[in-house]
């Protein structure tokens, strides 16, 4: 398939959309990113990406959008939108494009994540239940998701305080994540398969913040604190009560047993995939 594909990108403004964005260019992909009206964060998107307006909450508004495109890369906000509106999205999808790209998840692996709980495993079901072809990127959890820690360690912090410090995640770079997709929206080969995507190595939650003191020159410690504690605040910040308690869950269970991983990041970009000590010097910024 030539490279010259025109390719949507949705979600583009959050943790993997702007890599996404950066690779569809360097791949020679004309890109689109779709974002909200007077959206504050499209300067995390890179030139010479065209920005469509548009709302997954409003499937009309996507027609721009969509108009010519081949490929979707599919991003679903769930913390902050229900998928009512993904069947209709979905429909606008089938009368443009050949081919999406869905960032899915672990648990849908592994059989925790249920259909009717309206997240990634009601996309996945629609997807095959449509006439798209489509690619699955069921993705362990971001490398991003310890910038939730940022605020405790920024300044002069010293503990993270936090439930299943032992949990043991197999935590994925988001630019691999992206690059995975890129490659299954612009290469054959891919067509209806389910990725397992993480990265490269097994860390406990303890690990990461140690790694992360290892790379601010600061010694970091790890205090283990009721999830009740953790979900009242995780509540608070926003995160749907069923969303925080399915994430707890399976931090408790990643105490005993370690987040399944694979080789598909390497296989598929050829290239080894990113370890969580890069992510933290990327972003070292963020802690200090
Ligand atoms: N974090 C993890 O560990 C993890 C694990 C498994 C799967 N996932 C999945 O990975 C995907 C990507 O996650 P992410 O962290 O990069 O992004 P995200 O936080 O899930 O989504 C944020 C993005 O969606 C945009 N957005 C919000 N509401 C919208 C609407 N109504 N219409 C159009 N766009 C809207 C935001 O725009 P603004 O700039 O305006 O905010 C931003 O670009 C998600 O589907 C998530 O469920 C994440």
Not at 119 to 139: D, G, I, N, P
Request: glycine share 8%; hydrophobic share 45%.
């Amino acid at each position: 398939m030539n490279d010259q594909r025109t390719v949507l990108v949705t979600g583009a403004t959050g943790n993997v959309g702007p890599h996404a964005v950066s690779q569809l260019l360097a791949a020679g992909a004309r890109v689109r990113a779709l974002v909200l009206a007077d959206d504050p964060n499209v300067d995390r998107l890179p030139a010479g990406v065209q920005l469509c307006t548009g709302d997954l909450a409003d499937p009309d508004s996507l027609d721009a959008a969509l108009d010519g495109v081949d490929g979707v890369f599919w991003m679903w906000p769930f913390f902050s939108l229900s998928t009512a509106t993904a069947p209709a999205v979905l429909k606008k999808m089938e009368q443009q494009v050949d081919r999406v790209v869905v960032v899915s998840s672990v648990g849908v692996h592994i059989g925790l994540e249920p259909v009717d709980n309206n997240c990634h495993a009601y996309l996945e079901q629609l997807l095959e239940q449509s006439t798209l072809t489509w690619t699955f990127l069921r993705t362990t959890g971001f490398m991003a998701n310890a910038l939730g820690f940022a605020a405790q360690i920024r300044g002069d912090g010293q503990v993270v305080r936090f439930p299943y410090g032992d949990a043991a995640r197999t935590s994925v770079h988001e630019a691999d994540l992206a690059a995975v997709g890129v490659r299954a929206l612009l290469d054959d080969g891919h067509e209806h398969r389910r990725y397992l995507v993480s990265g490269p190595e097994v860390l406990t939650q303890r690990e990461q913040v140690e790694i992360i003191g290892e790379v601010v020159g600061r010694p970091l410690r790890w205090q283990d604190v009721h999830a009740e504690e953790a979900r009242r605040q995780m509540v608070a910040t926003g995160w749907p009560p069923s969303y925080a308690d399915g994430a707890l869950d399976y931090f408790a269970m990643l105490t005993k047993e370690s987040e399944v991983g694979s080789t598909v990041v390497a296989e598929v970009t050829g290239q080894p995939a990113r370890t969580f000590r890069q992510w933290a010097h990327e972003h070292a910024a963020a802690f200090r």
